[in-house]
């Protein structure tokens, strides 16, 4: 199998590194404008380098890895769609939800997939959740609550683009409570505040920020999001039902620590980075992504997947602004 990839910054060389360590990838073809990249990847993984885009989708690649600039996702999506290659894209799907409803009119009906990077679905604490909730063993949920604490915050250029902590941040635990429990979102009340980084109030976001969520059933979800967390990189995920309740990421590298008498839990260097974090689901993930491109799957986090995540951003975002509940059809286009 040949892949190609868009993009060797951060998460792009992480990906190339972990697509070159899959048995089912015989070879890469990498472009980035950054050409010390490139040789980076060529050196450490035999790929093929190219100067852009369009060239990786002419190399004979079987699928392809988006993880360029968000401005450049739509069309690079829309031209290896055009090809009728099978494409992994990191999230966001675009800079904003009308330019994402775009990409969906665009590729539905195509037949070809498009898989969008929500990590957590790889996450082996979070996978065995969705099960405990699927099989029934917790009983009807009542409560859930998701948390994502990130150590330090982003760099002021990243934040002045990113849209908001809604929709860069809290997102991902937006995607994962939904897929956990398989339910909707109807309704949502944000809200948010600045007790560090100046920079950020002056981009006009919060560096903090809860939003209570109302789902189809009844079950009502917590989601706690910060950019200051001194203590390392916390992602958390509480389910509660009328049988039992269960926890995803309550492991002895927590970065939270108990002032109970007599309890070293957790006792593990905590969590710094999400790459730390999610290591071994962003491998899992790439895996699922080679079983898409070879056809024995079909995409485990679509285009409308990612929508959705984004519909209940779009809502915190508005309700955070106006302090007022908003429900998801206000903002559904």
Not at 101 to 115: C, D, I, P
Not at 130 to 153: F, K, N, W, Y
Not at 306 to 326: D, F, N, Q
């Amino acid at each position: 199998m040949r892949i190609g990839i868009m993009g060797l910054g951060r998460i792009g060389a992480f990906h190339a590194k972990t697509l070159a360590g899959l048995d089912a990838v015989d070879s890469l073809v990498v472009t980035d404008p950054v050409t010390a990249a490139t040789a980076s990847a060529v050196e450490q993984f035999g790929a093929t380098a190219v100067d852009s885009p369009e060239a990786v989708l002419a190399a004979g690649v079987d699928g392809v890895v988006i993880a360029a600039a968000t401005d450049a996702h739509p069309g690079l999506v829309l031209a290896a769609v055009r090809a009728g290659i099978p494409v992994f894209c990191e999230k966001p799907v675009a800079r904003d939800v009308k330019e994402s409803v775009e990409v969906l009119r665009a590729v539905e009906g195509s037949g070809v997939e498009v898989h969008i990077g929500y990590n957590r679905r790889f996450d082996a604490g979070c996978v065995a959740a969705r099960r405990a909730v699927l099989s029934g063993e917790l009983g009807d949920l009542h409560t859930v609550r998701s948390t994502t604490l990130d150590p330090a915050p982003p760099p002021p250029a990243y934040v002045a683009v990113s849209g908001g902590i809604f929709r860069d941040c809290s997102v991902h635990d937006f995607d994962t409570v939904r897929w956990v429990t398989g339910h909707e979102v109807v309704e949502v009340f944000a809200t948010g505040g600045n007790r560090g980084a100046d920079f950020i109030r002056e981009a006009g976001d919060v560096d903090t920020a809860s939003s209570l969520l109302t789902f189809d059933d009844g079950t009502i979800g917590v989601i706690s999001n910060s950019r200051h967390n001194a203590r390392g990189y916390d992602v958390r995920l509480e389910l509660h039902g009328m049988t039992d309740s269960i926890a995803v990421g309550l492991e002895d590298k927590l970065p939270l620590r108990s002032v109970e008498p007599g309890v070293t839990f957790p006792a593990g260097t905590p969590h710094t980075f999400f790459m730390d974090r999610f290591a071994a689901a962003y491998r899992a993930e790439l895996t699922a992504f080679t079983e898409v491109v070879a056809g024995t799957r079909g995409s485990p986090c679509t285009v409308a997947d990612a929508l959705e995540a984004s519909w209940i951003a779009e809502a915190c975002t508005l309700s955070l602004r106006e302090h007022r509940p908003v429900r998801i059809e206000e903002v559904r286009e």
